[in-house]
C-alpha cells in the first residue's frame, strides 16, 4: 500500500470530519465517501485531498458522471412559496408594485398653500394696466378703481376704454401705465388716459390706440403724449431720434420744452430738443440721483436718452448695475463765461459713482487717482472707464477729475455739436483735442 503525504492524509480527515458533522434532513449521521481518481483494481483506496469540496444537503455533482438528477431541496432553506398557501396569512409587500396606478407623491409637502394663478390679461392689454386707466373694458365694473367708468366700443373706444373723469390730473397706480388729463373725451369736462408707454407696448398703445399729442385740460400749456382711439401721430418732436427711441423700446414719456433763460443771460434760451423723462433702468442700468435712494426719471433732450442706452451696454460688460449721477438739466452757463453749458440744452450728465451685482462702488470722489498711471484697481477702472466712454464714441466730450478741480468728484460727458475732446491726461492743462464745449 502506498504512503501517501501527511498533508494529503490531514486534508481528507479535515473534509471526513467536516462531513461526519452535517446535519441531515433525517437526523442519521452521513458520511460521504471521497472520488479518488487513483484508485487502485483490488486494492485499497488510497486516501487523497478531494477533487471537490463536499455537498451539502445531496448529492454533489461530479465532473466524470455527468449533471445526474437534480439535487433535492434541502429543508434547512426556505423554498419557494406554495402557491396553494392560505390567503389569510401575511403576505409579504410587492418589491416592485406597479407604477401605473400607483399615486404620485407629494412634490414638496412643506411648500404651502398654492398660489392663485393671475388674472387675465385681456388681449392686447399689459398685464400692469388691467382694470385701470387706459384698460379695455366692456362695462364699468371692469375699470377697478374708484370712481371708473368704461368709454364703450359704441362710442368709438376699442375693446372699450377705463377712464375717469378730472379737472387737471390724474391718479396713477403702481407697476401701470402713467396717466394724464385731457378734455373733449366727455362732455364739460377732462377725462383720464394713459400716456404712451414704449416699455408696456411696441407702439406706445394697446391695439386699435395711437399715440399723439394732447394738451392737459384746463392747462392748455402743458402736453403730452397720449394713447387715444386711431393712428398714431408723429413722435415726439418729429424727429428720427424720437422715432429710434420708439424702435430701442426706451422707457420715457414726453415732457415740455421748458425754453427758461439762465440767470444773468437774458438772451440765451435752454432750448432742450425732443424733451423727455427717461425712467430706469435704461439697458439694465438704474440711474439714480446721488442724493435719491431710488432712481427717478431723468429729464433731458432726446440725443442724451440715446447715448445712454449706448453707455448701459458698455457698463454692462463691466457688471454695473446702477450708476449715481449729478445731474442732466441745468439751464446754466458755463463758468465764467456767457456761453450755455450742454446741461442747458438737456445734452450733458455728470457721473459720481457706479456700483456692480457684487456691491462693489467705484466713487470718482474717492477713488480717483491724480495721474496718468493710477495703481489702485479702482483707480485703473475709473480711468479706463473715461477713456472708453471718449474712445467707444459715446460722447464727444469727456472731462475727469484730471481736467480741473471743479470736476474732482464726477466725469462731466456731453454731446457737444462739432465737440472732440478727452480731458482725462494730468497736468495743468487737460485734454488732448480742442475744448468746444468747455463746461
Not at 455537498?55 to 455527468?66: F, K, Q
Not at 382694470?131 to 375693446?159: H, K, M, R, W
Not at 420715457?252 to 433763460?261: E, G, K, R, V
Request: contains cysteine; charged residues 20%.
Amino acid at each position: 500500500m502506498s504512503v501517501r503525504p501527511t498533508f494529503a492524509l490531514l486534508t481528507a480527515l479535515a473534509a471526513l470530519a467536516a462531513a461526519a458533522c452535517s446535519d441531515p434532513a433525517d437526523g442519521e449521521t452521513e458520511f460521504v465517501a471521497l472520488d479518488t481518481p487513483d484508485a487502485e483494481p483490488g486494492g485499497s483506496t488510497p486516501i487523497g485531498p478531494p477533487t471537490q469540496p463536499p455537498s451539502v444537503g445531496g448529492p454533489r455533482r461530479d465532473a466524470t458522471t455527468g449533471p445526474g438528477p437534480a439535487p433535492a431541496p434541502d429543508a434547512r432553506l426556505p423554498g419557494p412559496p406554495d402557491p396553494e398557501a392560505d390567503a389569510g396569512g401575511p403576505v409579504p409587500p410587492d418589491p416592485e408594485p406597479d407604477a401605473g396606478v400607483r399615486p404620485p407623491p407629494d412634490p414638496d409637502p412643506d411648500a404651502g398653500p398654492v398660489e392663485p394663478p393671475p388674472p387675465d390679461v385681456p388681449p392686447g392689454d399689459a398685464p400692469g394696466n388691467v382694470g385701470f386707466i387706459g384698460a379695455s373694458c366692456a362695462v364699468d365694473a371692469d375699470c377697478t378703481f374708484a370712481e371708473a367708468f368704461c368709454l364703450g366700443a359704441d362710442e368709438g373706444y376699442p375693446n372699450g376704454m377705463c377712464s375717469q373723469d378730472c379737472d387737471r390730473f390724474c391718479p396713477d397706480q403702481a407697476g401701470a401705465s402713467v396717466t394724464f388729463c385731457v378734455g373733449e373725451l366727455v362732455a364739460g369736462g377732462g377725462a383720464c388716459v394713459q400716456q404712451c408707454d414704449y416699455a408696456a407696448f411696441e407702439t406706445g398703445c394697446r391695439p386699435g390706440y395711437g399715440c399723439r399729442q394732447a394738451a392737459r385740460f384746463n392747462e392748455a400749456g402743458v402736453t403730452r403724449q397720449v394713447c387715444l382711439p386711431g393712428e398714431a401721430g408723429p413722435p415726439p418732436g418729429d424727429n428720427p431720434c424720437a422715432a429710434e427711441l420708439n424702435r430701442r423700446r426706451l422707457d420715457y414719456l414726453a415732457a415740455d420744452n421748458p425754453m427758461d433763460q439762465p440767470d444773468g443771460a437774458p438772451g440765451v434760451t435752454c432750448d432742450v430738443v425732443g424733451a423727455l423723462r427717461l425712467r430706469s433702468p435704461v439697458g439694465g442700468v438704474d440711474y439714480r440721483y446721488v442724493d435719491q435712494a431710488e432712481p427717478t426719471p431723468m429729464f433731458m433732450g432726446c440725443h442724451l436718452a440715446l447715448a445712454l442706452d449706448d453707455l448701459s451696454a458698455y457698463l454692462r460688460e463691466l457688471d454695473v448695475v446702477e450708476l449715481v449721477h449729478i445731474g442732466t438739466y441745468n439751464c446754466r452757463v458755463i463758468a465764467g463765461t456767457d456761453s450755455l453749458s450742454m446741461h442747458g440744452l438737456g445734452l450733458a450728465i455728470d457721473i459720481h459713482e457706479l456700483r456692480t451685482s457684487d456691491g462693489t462702488t467705484y466713487n470718482v470722489e474717492r477713488d480717483w487717482e491724480h495721474t496718468d498711471d493710477p495703481q489702485t484697481r479702482e483707480g485703473r477702472f475709473l480711468y479706463e472707464f473715461g477713456q472708453q466712454m471718449f474712445a467707444r464714441g459715446i460722447f464727444n466730450i469727456v472731462l475727469t477729475p484730471n481736467y480741473n478741480a471743479a470736476h474732482d468728484n464726477h466725469f462731466h460727458v456731453d454731446l457737444t455739436p462739432g465737440g472732440n475732446f478727452l480731458g482725462v491726461h494730468y497736468g495743468p492743462v487737460g485734454g488732448v483735442f480742442p475744448n468746444l464745449s468747455g463746461d
